[in-house]
């Protein structure tokens, strides 16, 4: 594995200035694109599973956070409330609160439930200076988070369906988790006190598990504070171990927020409120994915896509005409034109592209292509339609693999 820190500026992916700040990295065009593709990637995923996307404000008033909670038990990693107006408002810690607010914002009725809100959504934890690693530990955060509001009966059926959301993007992604760890309160004053309640959830939680055939571990102290979770582990280049993806169960907030749907009887009834992250934060998946793969990403979040290359001069026109055939079919690519080197220099430079597309004057002449995979497989010479054709249909399968065995 690679130390993403190192590799991710020498690939040109992010960096950061401490004119801008610590722990608030920026992304260059290269990481924008990997960054984009992986979030695309999961808001299809969510609207295939019946999620349904909102957007909230990453500010809120300092009373929306004394109700939730995160006031009396996380200001500590909050920044300081600004006075705005005769009101303080926060940067938010995280998008909970939001969207309880959103769920509350008109009446629902059992037959809309589970209702399944999700949103990539910034949030900002005061971390400090000491803790702050590349992109694994940041103060400026993108998180995909979903909020599943649902009767008792779903909840664990929702927090199954969860975890294998999380299995199928970590296939596509080409990433392992490390262990499943069940997150429970430990001693302290940092939790909500309501004993009856975390064991109601903590029930549920180990049924989802169960249901789902995961092994996993228990871990006392390191639950959320309104409930326990499931935080699934990665590890890094150096070992270091971190929670990647959650599934979370939480009693508390619905009734600080006076959330209620309409059941079947007519009366108002109480929902559970289901806090899932399939990718976790985006930076910490970027840096999962850097180690992982050493930026050779697979071939639907690779920043290049495919590498037109001509073998002399002569062709660097039928080159161009096959890279804009691949953009037109929505594939990335680009043309290493033949006064870049020779053939073999511009192979070696574009090493971490997973399609290498060679034209010499024979492929010129009868409207073919040859490939050569990242993985140094060479295809026979195919019409050139037909391989753009088929290079779309395994990117857009989010596949691992680069060709058909």
């Known amino acids: ?41 999961i808001r299809t995923v969510e609207r295939r599973a019946g999620y349904r996307h909102v957007y909230s404000p990453v500010l809120g008033k300092r009373e929306l956070y004394e109700i939730s909670g995160h006031w009396s038990h996380y200001s500590d990693d909050m920044y300081p409330p600004m006075d705005l107006g005769g009101e ?13 607010v959103i769920y509350r914002s008109r009446s629902h009725s059992y037959r809309e439930l589970p209702l399944r809100l999700a949103e990539l959504g910034g949030m900002y934890r005061s971390e400090l200076s000491g803790v702050l690693g590349g992109l694994t530990r940041v103060r400026c955060i993108q998180l995909n988070d979903a909020h599943i509001f649902c009767t008792l009966d779903q909840v664990a059926d929702e927090a199954a369906a969860a975890l294998e959301l999380i299995a199928t993007a970590y296939r596509a992604m080409g ?11 430990g001693p302290g004053g940092k939790y909500v006190a309501a004993p009856e309640k975390w064991q109601r959830a903590t ?8 249901c789902s055939g995961l092994p996993y571990e228990s871990a006392e102290g390191e639950a959320a504070f309104y409930g326990p979770k499931i935080d699934v582990q990665v590890t890094d280049h150096a070992g270091r171990e971190s929670t990647l993806s959650t599934v979370q169960i939480d009693f508390h907030q619905p009734e600080q927020f006076d959330l209620h ?25 970027m840096a999962q994915l850097i180690e992982q793969h050493g930026g050779a990403f697979p071939a639907w979040l690779a920043p290049i896509q495919v590498i037109v ?15 804009e055939h691949c953009r037109t079919a929505g594939l990335r690519a680009e043309v290493s034109a033949a006064a870049g080197g020779s053939l073999g220099a511009r192979i070696r430079e574009n090493r971490l592209v997973p399609y290498q597309f060679v034209v010499g004057p024979a492929e010129a002449a009868h409207g073919d292509v040859s490939v050569r995979l990242r993985d140094g497989r060479r295809l ?15 990117v857009e399968s989010h596949a691992g693999r680069l060709w058909a065995d």
Do not use: N
């Not at 926060?90 to 309880?100: D, F, N, Q, W």
């Not at 059941?263 to 806090?275: C, I, L, N, Q, S």
């Open 88 to 100: 303080q408002v926060v940067l938010r810690p995280s998008l909970c609160p939001h969207h309880a």
């Open 380 to 394: 026979p010479a195919q019409p050139a339609a037909q391989i753009v054709r088929r290079v779309g249909e395994l």
């Open 261 to 285: 749907y309409i059941g079947a009887d007519g009366d108002k009834h109480r929902p559970v409120m289901v806090h899932r992250s399939i990718i976790g934060s985006v930076e910490r998946a």
């Open 203 to 210: 029930k549920l939680l180990i049924e989802a598990l169960d």
């Open 1 to 41: 594995m690679y130390d993403h820190r190192k590799l991710g500026r020498e690939l040109g992916l992010f960096d950061t200035d401490p004119l801008i700040g610590s722990g608030l990295p920026y992304w260059l065009p290269d990481g924008a694109i990997v960054r984009h593709s992986l979030e695309e990637y």
């Open 309 to 323: 290359l001509p073998v002399s001069e002569a062709e660097d026109g039928v080159a161009a005409e096959l890279a």
């Open 175 to 185: 990433i392992s988790a490390t262990r499943y760890r069940l997150s429970l309160p």
